[in-house]
């Protein structure tokens, strides 16, 4: 295969378009190259404040969903809203413009300047006018366009698009902002300090805001009842912006609306705690333009004020028909899926993101406000659900990339291809866009199971180089990476063979039951995980029986093969009915499986029985070691009794990297929690996530990416072992458990494997009693 | 924690500074010339809910102008103004923008003088939108939500002080 070509690898604006994968490529590589040190910097900090502030909101799950309820009824009723609105501003004394297309906008706001006269524009941040392209049509005019908010001061001296929707300019170092603006005014000055390169912005700003004569802003809110705008910002310029010149014009999208100014509380208190981590801005104005009583300060003549507001549709009604993407109208532009993102802290939105909107929601609107090729970049979108808690307004943003994903292989096909992978694989119509390689890896159970019927062959196949050439080549499974090694013998065949171990109760008098899930990771790639955790709930007195193996869909969902995944889960569902009508719980080794269960399935199983359904397997089926937690503290059982941490061979300290969709959950806490009280010495690992993400770093085009995010947890594995002694590295996740074995070249060990080893006899129940 | 002690350690946390002072006018005026010794050029915003005559000794002030010009207000070093609430969990101050000129002595000066009547303090943001706090005074203005000075971390590490003031001080008159 020839390399694809590679474009100017330094300008960002290059390969902001990735409709081509081949843009999104060379996207990565500069990303990793350039701009990597200071995205991770920055966006981990974020991250970092973000928790602070939000673990600090007074009722913030309550306040998320009542930010959600009013989103919902607002896009319900958008119609009647924007007619309200305008009615609102025309009576505030302001103009009222709705613009269907990004043409129709930019021309509005350039009448506008034209017919005052307008020399010199100050703006504020605002995606929706980079969205537009605003101040290209502006400029054309021979209108002076002055970006005021530092970093977009920044972008537009380097003609850059935005890599944060936050901070537009955060793949930027101190240093390469010195090394700029030296470059771009020609300047000796010294600037080789944040303060210093401040101070120079600021002053060339302030003659511009005391020059201009019209300011051009954006909108974070927009209350129909009122005409009120909200501003978030913490510099200064939106204040400036909206205040000094005589005339200021406010382009937003139609998404902005809310029905009322009462509305606008919960999104002031969440908008700036899940954006920069803080409890406010530094300023957030909330205005109903035109400011009539503010003197507009002049040395010529008097003006009068004139406002207008002009809201942008430009795709967003066609988004509030898609019943998928209609949920990224929700979005209030924070980051928070930015920041929790572990592949956007490796590369940030240059290369995961597109010509205005970037991060894990970016794809969306990419797709919304453009077309759908331009979202390909939501490919870097592993659907490790780290934002699914964190987004503001519940956007379940790892569904909608599935979503796009689906489409954008669609796209990407040939009808021919499709009939062909209908009729020859089966598989179904929806999914038949997707590639060989989202094939191979969707449809990991068909691998597995032929892997461990040819056993040492397969194993010995997938050694060779030529094969390792030959699965890159055909269904990109980078040569570098070792596949896990199929297991000769099934979990279901050795579970079958093994003596089951007698617990403290005899069967039938077991306070606990549950079936134990064998998920087709643990089946034919690691079947010892699943045997120590049947040995763990034996243990512990509970009663267990092991389910047939069958492919619960997560693979499938995967590579946004959604028509797979749902078939996969409804069968998998009507496996494990009886077992729960059986009172039974459900017990899983694989978090990515449990998350199914738990989360993704609310999109797999439809309709009234299927949300029933869901509703029971959600509820009642657990991470193994949340199990084995759960029932100890029921019982009244010593967990250091059962697992002496003191008699591991291993030794007590263990470092725990918990799985992405573990954390999100809520298993990884009950996982720790059960380590600690066995005794051992635990360090988490605060990654969001591994970075092999299931079968993302296996795929030749994301290795290097994959590597790059893994480093993060290689060295926290080191920073923790420089302070002392060696640690046993325990990981709950399969590729979690790769991923750090590749990288490390250590052991790693699961956490039903690490306490299996310490069960030394049967175990009474202590105060066991029933009531 | 009162709603005071609250406001005061939020406002600090967020790099103003705050001093509680009783209800007089000299008192305040002394206190403006503790926060900015040697200013200039100060720019006195009349209060629109406390009672003007608390601002009567700080209209004294040498440097006091009343300047309509970019010139003057380019080159503002104080801004005295009201705030019309405070937000305890935030440490915020609402400052009107649209009374006279309380929005440019509150965004062009180097230094900005917060008043806030102790009363006047709520609990967290979203209680100004609840239109039986404050008379609705919040619901129905127009207003700027202040929280310390201006900042920006855009240019790499945390600098404060960037369009807007420099300095935030809070005198809150119980």
Not at chain 1, 482 to 497: D, E, M, Q, V
Not at chain 1, 728 to 735: L, M, R, Y
Not at chain 2, 72 to 85: D, R
Request: hydrophobic share 40%; aromatic share 6%.
């Amino acid at each position: 295969m020839t390399a694809p070509p590679t474009p100017a690898l330094d300008s960002p604006r290059a390969i902001a378009n990735k409709s081509r994968k081949s843009a999104l490529l060379a996207a990565i590589r500069m990303a990793l190259r350039v701009e990597g040190p200071a995205v991770r910097r920055n966006v981990q900090s974020l991250n970092r404040n973000r928790y602070v502030a939000t673990a600090a909101i007074p009722n913030y799950e309550a306040l998320k969903n009542r930010a959600h309820a009013i989103k919902e009824r607002a896009l319900a009723q958008l119609d009647e809203l924007i007619a309200t609105l305008e009615a609102s501003v025309t009576r505030n004394g302001g103009h009222f413009y709705f613009a269907s297309t990004a043409a129709e906008a930019t021309r509005y706001a350039a009448e506008v300047c034209k017919r005052r006269g307008v020399r010199l524009v100050v703006k504020a941040k605002s995606m929706t006018t980079e969205e537009i392209g605003l101040n290209r049509l502006l400029e054309k005019d021979g209108i002076e366009v002055a970006e005021t908010d530092l970093a977009e001061f920044i972008l537009q001296v380097a003609d850059e698009q935005p890599s944060h929707i936050v901070g537009p300019a955060l793949h930027y170092s101190r240093e390469r902002i010195t090394e700029l603006f030296k470059r771009a005014f020609h300047t000796d000055l010294p600037l080789d300090t944040g303060e210093e390169l401040t101070k120079f912005a600021r002053e060339k700003l302030r003659e511009k805001f005391l020059d201009a004569d019209a300011g051009i802003s954006g909108a974070n809110f927009v209350a129909a009842d009122s005409g009120t705008l909200v501003l978030v910002e913490s510099e200064g310029n939106i204040r400036m912006t909206t205040l000094l010149p005589p005339l200021h014009i406010a382009i937003t999208g139609v998404e902005k609306i809310v029905p009322s100014r009462e509305d606008l509380g919960p999104f002031i208190e969440l908008l700036a705690a899940s954006g920069t981590g803080q409890p406010m801005t530094s300023y957030t104005s909330v205005i109903s333009p035109p400011l009539r009583n503010a003197r507009v300060i002049t040395d010529g003549a008097p003006s009068e004020r004139e406002f207008h507001l002009v809201i942008v549709d430009n795709g967003r009604s066609k988004m509030r028909r898609d019943l998928v993407l209609q949920e990224a109208l929700y979005c209030i532009r924070c980051g928070a899926c930015s920041n929790c993102c572990a592949n956007f802290q490796a590369v940030g939105g240059h290369a995961f993101g597109g010509e205005t909107y970037s991060g894990g929601i970016g794809g969306s609107w990419e797709a919304g406000t453009r077309d759908i090729a331009r979202a390909r970049f939501s490919d870097l979108c592993t659907g490790c659900s780290r934002c699914v808690a964190q987004c503001p307004v519940r956007i379940d943003i790892p569904w909608l990339n599935t979503v796009l994903r689906q489409r954008i292989s669609r796209h990407d096909s040939s009808a021919a291809s499709r009939a062909m992978k209908q009729v020859l694989a089966g598989v179904p119509a929806a999914d038949a866009g997707a590639s060989l390689q989202k094939l191979f890896f969707g449809r990991y159970d068909i691998a597995g199971k032929w892997g461990s019927r040819l056993g040492w062959l397969a194993n010995g196949m997938s050694r060779l180089s030529v094969t390792r050439r030959l699965l890159e080549s055909f269904v990109g499974l980078d040569r570098r990476r070792n596949l896990p090694p199929f297991a000769s013998s099934t979990f279901i065949h050795a579970a079958r063979k093994r003596t089951p171990r007698s617990g403290p109760a005899k069967a039938g008098a077991a306070r606990h039951k549950a079936v134990f899930f064998a998920d087709i990771f643990t089946n034919y790639g690691s079947p010892s995980r699943g045997l120590a955790a049947l040995g763990v709930l034996e243990a512990i007195g509970v009663d267990i029986v092991v389910s047939e193996a069958l492919p619960d869909g997560r693979a499938a969902l995967s590579q946004g093969m959604i028509a797979t995944a749902a078939r996969q889960a409804r069968r998998t569902a009507s496996r494990l009915a009886p077992f729960l009508a059986d009172g039974r719980d459900i017990v899983v080794v694989e978090p990515s499986v449990l998350a199914m269960f738990r989360l993704d399935y609310r999109h797999l199983l439809t309709g009234e029985d299927g949300r029933k359904l869901f509703e029971s397997l959600r509820a009642r089926s657990f991470d193994a070691a949340e199990y084995v937690w759960k029932c100890i503290q029921e019982d009244g059982l010593d967990a250091a009794a059962i697992f002496p941490a003191a008699r591991s061979s291993r030794g007590t300290r263990l470092f725990y990297h918990s799985h992405c969709q573990q954390k999100t959950i809520g298993s990884a806490a009950p996982t720790e929690a059960l380590l600690r009280a066995a005794g051992f010495d635990v360090i988490t690992s605060e990654a969001e996530c591994c970075g092999m993400a299931g079968s993302f770093g296996y795929k030749k085009e994301y290795y290097d990416l994959s590597l790059a995010v893994g480093r993060d947890l290689f060295g926290q594995v080191q920073l923790a072992e420089a302070q002392g002694e060696r640690r046993v590295i325990v990981a709950s996740g399969i590729s979690c458990q790769e991923q750090l074995q590749a990288g490390m070249q250590r052991e790693v060990v699961h956490p039903m494997e690490l306490l299996c080893e310490l069960l030394i006899e049967v175990v009474q129940p202590v105060g066991a009693v029933q009531a | 924690m009162d709603l005071i002690e609250q406001f005061e350690n939020a406002a600090r946390d967020a790099a103003a500074t705050v001093e509680r002072l009783p209800r007089s006018p000299e008192k305040i005026a002394v206190a403006v010339g503790r926060a900015a010794p040697g200013a200039q050029r100060i720019a006195v915003a009349e209060p629109h809910g406390l009672p003007a005559e608390l601002f009567d000794a700080c209209r004294r002030l040498p440097g006091v102008f009343a300047g309509r010009s970019k010139i003057e207000w380019s080159a503002a070093e104080v801004g005295i103004t009201e705030a019309f609430a405070g937000v305890a969990r935030t440490g915020s101050v609402c400052v009107s923008v649209d009374q006279g000129d309380t929005g440019y002595a509150s965004l062009l000066a180097r230094t900005h003088i917060a008043v806030l009547a102790s009363e006047d303090i709520v609990e967290r943001p979203s209680d100004l939108f609840r239109p039986d706090r404050l008379s609705g005074k919040g619901l129905l203005g127009n207003y700027v939500f202040v929280t310390g000075p201006s900042a920006t971390a855009d240019m790499g590490p945390l600098v404060r002080g960037v369009h807007g003031p420099h300095h935030l001080h809070i005198l809150v008159l119980v």
